[in-house]
């Protein structure tokens, strides 16, 4: 019996195609959730992508499709999970616009989540307000469908922390309505990218791909940042901030021999290249199948299409009946 007093939302902004650090942060928990609770959803949040690429309506329409396959090859179920759009269920835009007013600009421009995004994409003073607002929109997408668990990297805390003081707002001022937000996080919050960045991201381009050949996959890993030091294979290595070992560390399920690896590399006498060689075998069990998969699908494309719109069809009546509640909580139900 799945449990049927919570919710869980999940979803991707639609900025490219998803890679390991999603799979381990996110979709590898959206597949064991979809298990255990009875309503599940996924959003491709083409709004909130929009929010940073208003001038490149083209690039988040067509990856789209794209974060779709992905998560469906990955093994996000539509049986299991309620896949829709956010841009087509109109009614989380209109509780966007009534949250708004629960925040103050200050507390936005604190968030710590949106100030590290807008450094990394050069803003300042020059932010689209939309951008700056996207933890609202996001409060929104989880709260109209009665969400109350959202499996995310660690990025995102920051993130669902303001939606939770939206919520207590919310109730405090029109009376018990949202239920608190409990974020659920793997036990890879955050994977590092391939050039040693804190964190793997589709914007940073330090990333290994879900639809990587192998050749892809074995080049990336070639030019993994390891140990500067670490010349000769016979010198003794860092496995602290080498990527090679924190990847290992993750995907290898051969634990052991991972812990005898980095003894032999601290010691000395391995070489960078044995140990990215392990870690390519690693990375295409991993990601073969979900490729397989993925080219299935991608000959389908009307059938992955079908699932977005049935999925959004049904979200919108929830969403409709949230935005009765939530109405008559604002006391703006003048015609019901
Ligand atoms: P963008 O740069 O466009 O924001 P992104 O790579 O951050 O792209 P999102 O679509 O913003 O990806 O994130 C989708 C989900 O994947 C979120 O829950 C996010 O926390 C998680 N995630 C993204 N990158 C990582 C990572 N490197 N490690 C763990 N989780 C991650
Ligand atoms: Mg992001």
Redesign the pocket.
């Given at each position: 019996m799945k449990n049927k007093n919570s919710a869980v939302l999940t979803g991707?902004?639609p900025?490219?195609t998803l890679h390991l650090?999603?799979l381990?942060?996110?979709i590898q928990n959206r597949i064991a959730l979809q298990d255990q609770y009875d309503r599940c959803f996924y959003m491709v949040a083409d709004i909130q992508a929009l929010t940073d690429n208003a001038d490149n309506p083209e690039k988040v329409r067509n990856n789209v499709f794209e974060v779709t396959l992905d998560n469906l090859a990955a093994g996000v179920s539509p049986q299991k999970t309620t896949f829709f759009i956010q841009s087509q269920v109109p009614e989380i835009a209109e509780l966007t616009v009534l949250l708004l007013n629960l925040v103050t600009l200050a507390r936005l421009k604190r968030n710590p989540t949106v100030k590290d995004e807008m450094k990394q994409k050069g803003f300042g003073e020059d932010v689209p307000a939309g951008f700056l607002a996207y933890p609202v929109s996001q409060a929104a997408d989880i709260l109209f469908c009665g969400a109350n668990l959202v499996p995310?990297?660690?990025?995102?805390l920051p993130v669902i922390e303001q939606a939770n003081e939206i919520v207590l707002k919310f109730n405090a001022l029109y009376g018990e309505t949202f239920q608190k937000i409990t974020p659920v996080l793997s036990t890879?919050?955050?994977?590092v990218g391939i050039d040693g960045n804190a964190?793997?991201?589709?914007?940073l381009n330090n990333t290994i791909f879900l639809n990587d050949s192998f050749e892809e996959i074995q080049k990336k890993v070639m030019m993994m940042y390891t140990d500067p030091e670490h010349i000769h294979a016979s010198d003794s290595g860092n496995v602290g901030n080498n990527v090679v070992f924190t990847y290992l560390d993750i995907f290898d399920p051969k634990k052991n021999e991972v812990r005898l690896l980095k003894e032999h590399y601290t010691r000395g006498g391995l070489g960078d290249v044995e140990i990215k060689k392990r870690l390519i075998d690693v990375l295409e069990h991993i990601i073969a199948p979900i490729r397989t998969r993925r080219r299935e699908l991608e000959r389908d494309p009307d059938t992955v299409m079908d699932i977005l719109k049935s999925g959004t069809k049904k979200t919108r009546v929830i969403a409709q009946e949230t935005m009765r509640k939530v109405r008559k909580a604002v006391k703006i139900n003048y015609f019901d």
């Open positions: 991707d902004r900025t490219g650090g999603h381990v942060g996110s995310v990297g660690e990025d995102q890879t919050p955050r994977l964190k793997a991201s589709k914007s």
